[in-house]
């Protein structure tokens, strides 16, 4: 949603920007945006240009990383859903947070609707690959989805315990830009278990709005969620401190859905904890479904999502493997199925 407070968030986002360039990237360059994905093209599709590490939003635009533009099905044409995505990297020992976004990383291939990179932070490597395909609920097209698979090993000689936290601040932009910080959204618990947290244009105190964003995880232990005002969860990340399991404006209900007419600049975060000993390797999957649909339709992994082919699993088994097979790849083209 676009509103007045924009231009605060802008100026906030701008001194952030500064920090974070001064401090965790040490004055290096910003990382590159590895891609424009793409989902195909009319009622369902979306747009995006992520960075090399992952993040994307139209408050990463330092980065190269564009806003999620989404054309939704049933009309109302073309919008942007994001103003930031990233994930967020702590160790359970404590201390602050790392956005992994703002990270730099090597492009290891691309094609229209996928791209693959690496970086690391301390003894931990990431291989990345970043997907985006259609959202199908009972067989028709509502959306699309984008699968960010991340393949992390600890190459160090010691255990590491970690936690990966995936944020969304969300802007949809379908209702006019009405003025207000009123947007909706909640956590929800499909059928098949899949917790979903998700985002609405306006609060209606339901899981049925007609467009939402919503992310999901995998892999790992849960180390909770938080649906808050993007200044105080934004804060809470960037401090260390732990995901409170809480949706803020749901009243005596409890039903973990922002109520009516209590709605807010809303963002989202979903934890999940690794224990790696040393050598070891896991997968971290966080997937954003761009829907026009109620949250509460999607599963995991969603129907009509682009598939993780075969092919890749040789490539992500861990840095050593996937180094070796990267620099082979590297002297031939990469294609994406």
């Known amino acids: 949603m676009v509103t007045a407070g924009r231009a605060v968030r802008a100026s906030r986002a701008a001194a952030a920007v500064g920090v974070a360039l ?8 910003p990382a590159r945006a590895v891609a424009t994905l793409n989902s195909g093209t009319g009622p369902g599709s979306v747009t995006v240009t992520v960075t090399n590490s992952g993040a994307f939003g139209s408050g990463y635009g330092i980065y190269d990383a564009s806003d999620a533009v989404y054309d939704r099905v049933g009309g109302a044409g073309q919008g942007g859903t994001t103003y930031g995505s990233t994930v967020y990297l702590g160790f359970l020992d404590g201390g602050t947070r790392i956005n992994l976004g703002q990270r730099q990383a090597e492009l290891l ?14 003894s931990l490597g990431f291989v990345l690959l970043q997907e985006l395909g259609a959202l199908v609920i009972d067989g028709a097209r509502a959306g699309s989805v984008l699968t960010q698979t991340y393949t992390i090993t600890n190459a160090g000689a010691e255990g590491v315990d970690f936690e990966l936290v995936r944020f969304l601040d969300g802007d949809l932009n379908f209702n ?5 910080e009123d947007d909706g959204g909640g956590r929800y618990l499909a059928a098949d278990g899949t917790e979903i947290l998700f985002e609405t244009d306006t609060a209606v105190g339901t899981s049925q709005s007609d467009t939402f964003v919503g992310i999901a995880n995998e892999g790992g232990t849960s180390t909770g969620f938080d649906v808050l005002d993007y200044s105080t969860l934004g804060g809470n990340l960037d401090q260390g401190r732990a ?3 809480r949706v803020a404006g749901d009243g005596p209900d409890a039903d973990q859905f922002i109520d009516q007419g209590n709605g807010y600049d809303t963002s989202l975060a979903l934890g999940r904890a690794f224990t790696l000993a040393a050598g070891q390797s896991a997968t971290f999957t966080t997937r954003t479904f761009f829907g026009t ?10 129907s009509g999502a682009v598939p993780e082919p075969a092919t890749w699993a040789t490539m992500l088994v861990g840095l050593g493997a996937a180094g070796a097979a990267m620099r082979r790849r590297q002297r031939t083209a990469v294609r994406f199925a």
Do not use: D, I, K, M
Request: hydrophobic share 40%.
């Open 22 to 29: 001064a401090g965790a990237l040490a004055g290096a360059t």
């Open 109 to 122: 291939g691309s094609g229209p609707n996928a791209a693959q990179s690496r970086f690391s932070e301390g």
């Open 176 to 180: 006019g830009g009405a003025g207000r």
């Open 243 to 245: 995901l409170e399991g």
């Open 293 to 302: 649909a109620a949250a509460a339709a999607v599963q995991q992994p969603p």
